[in-house]
């Protein structure tokens, strides 16, 4: 069975730094891509970042972009996901996932496994 267990979210003041983990469980998944979404009370879930199978390719929505740092260690079968400059709008559970194939998409439905979610509250 597969499971994914993200965790490290926390509350952190604006301008701070996290760093969250995804652990997967059941089978590896060096050969697909996977995902970061987040979704803020009230929003519907967004893309936040993804990468390849290999770590090689990474791609980050614009409002992230330059602050976020997405990596995957495929020996541990985890992917990060590093926040540094902190905002007070980047508030919002935060899940990844597992796409059903090796090329990043920003589109749920491409994706097969999710996570239950990690809390990130950032203070003004």
């Known amino acids: 069975q597969v499971q994914l267990v993200e965790t490290g979210g926390r509350l952190v003041q604006t301008g701070g730094s996290l760093r969250l983990s995804c652990a997967a469980s059941?089978?590896?998944?060096?050969?697909?891509?996977m995902g970061w979404f987040r979704q803020a009370p009230g929003k519907e879930r967004e893309f936040v970042a993804g990468?390849?199978?290999?770590?090689?390719?990474?791609y980050y929505a614009n409002s992230v972009k330059g602050r976020f740092t997405i990596s995957r260690d495929n020996a541990k079968n985890t992917v990060y996901l590093q926040m540094n400059s902190l905002k007070p709008e980047d508030t919002a559970q935060y899940y990844c996932?597992?796409?059903?194939?090796?090329?990043?998409?920003?589109?749920?439905?491409?994706?097969?496994?999710w996570g239950q979610g990690t809390q990130v509250t950032v203070s003004s």
């Open positions: 996932a597992v796409a059903k194939a090796g090329l990043i998409s920003t589109d749920q439905t491409r994706y097969a496994y």
């Open positions: 059941g089978r590896t998944f060096s050969g697909n891509a």
């Open positions: 990468i390849t199978g290999t770590g090689g390719s990474t």
